[in-house]
């Protein structure tokens, strides 16, 4: 049986350091995920410097990992796909300058992702049953997107944040919240414990006749909530990192509800993006394709965060349409999935 193309995936765009062999039939053969949290916690955030430092000592180490852990050499790959973009500049170059060595080594195609690619890509890696089109709600650090997935390479966006993005606002309330790094994690964990009630948080643009999101303004009910306690109890902090969820969960359920109306020829309700492996969000979110009798997917948690299968699966969509790229690739700080798209009020918006 012909298992299709191996490819050979490369991440570095943010703070995971990331490489992945996988098949066209959607194995993964190996794979390895280095996090740089123990680097950026002093920090509280991510350091773009120091991001970049550890990509380049991981980053090739990592690749001759995969390499032996599935027990092949270079030359019995068929194409390397390494993300150029959207994310931090050093990380991105890092990786795609690497894929590029690698590529020319192996005389291989390559294959320049765009990350957000990778995240719209991936649920087709984890449920092959997943046909076009789908409605994708794309969460991460840097993005809240909703968009018409027509096929590979044609994403029509429908809505996307005026101001921050989810994870962003995420990790932001648990800073305040004194939850520590990874923020997102940390206040899904706090939220557990408390109260979604007790706190009566805004829900930013929720019933607008506008399609887009925003986080800033709950971002800063949060601080605002925080600061007028003057020695807030693990309760208080768990009730507060609750009710954030909650509204956030509202935001996002009431502008996908809004998407599923604007883009009826959907056959499934899809999320992806690091901020899709939380639960509450999930739980969420299939509840609300259920009531539209729509298909709910969405790739295990360890397949939402940043990783190198998902690079290696669109490199591997693509490459089946014979989309691969020069050694000219640019890398891009910022990469729009739909060029297209219309530029929305505010500022702060991401690709
Ligand atoms: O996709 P991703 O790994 O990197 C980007 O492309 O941005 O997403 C990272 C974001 C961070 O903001 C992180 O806090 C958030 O995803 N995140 C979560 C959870 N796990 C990761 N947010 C909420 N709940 C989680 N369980
Ligand atoms: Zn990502």
Known sequence: MNAGPLVLGIESSCDETAVALVRGDRSIVAQRIASQDEAHRPFGGVVPELAARAHAERLTPMVAEVLDAAGIGLAEIDAVAATAGPGL?????????????????????????????????????????????????????????????????????????????????????????????????????AALTGNPRRFPLPRPLMGSAEPHFSFAGL?????????????????????????????????????????????????????AGGVASNMAIRGALSALAGRHGLPFSAPPPWLCTDNGAMIAWAGAERLALGLIDGMDAPARPRWPLDPGAEAVRGAGVKA
């Open 219 to 271: 971002k800063s009910a949060v601080l605002r909530a925080h600061a007028a306690m003057s020695a807030p109890t693990a309760q208080d902090i768990a009730d507060l990192a609750a009710a954030f969820q909650q509204a956030a969960c509202d935001c996002l359920v009431d502008r996908t509800a809004r998407a599923i109306a604007a883009f009826p020829s959907a056959t499934a309700l899809v999320v």
């Open 89 to 189: 500049i050093g990380g991105v170059m890092i990786g795609l300058v690497t894929g590029k060595a690698l590529a020319f080594a192996a005389n291989k195609p390559l294959i320049a992702v765009n990350h957000l690619e990778g995240h719209a890509l991936s649920p087709r890696l984890a449920d092959a049953g997943l046909q076009f089109p789908y409605l994708l709600l794309l969460v991460s650090g840097g993005h809240c997107q909703l968009l018409g997935v027509e096929g590979v390479g044609r994403y029509r966006r429908l809505a996307t944040t005026i101001d921050d993005a989810i994870g962003e606002a995420f990790d932001k309330s648990a800073k305040v919240l004194g939850l520590g790094f990874p923020g997102g994690p940390a206040l899904e964990r």
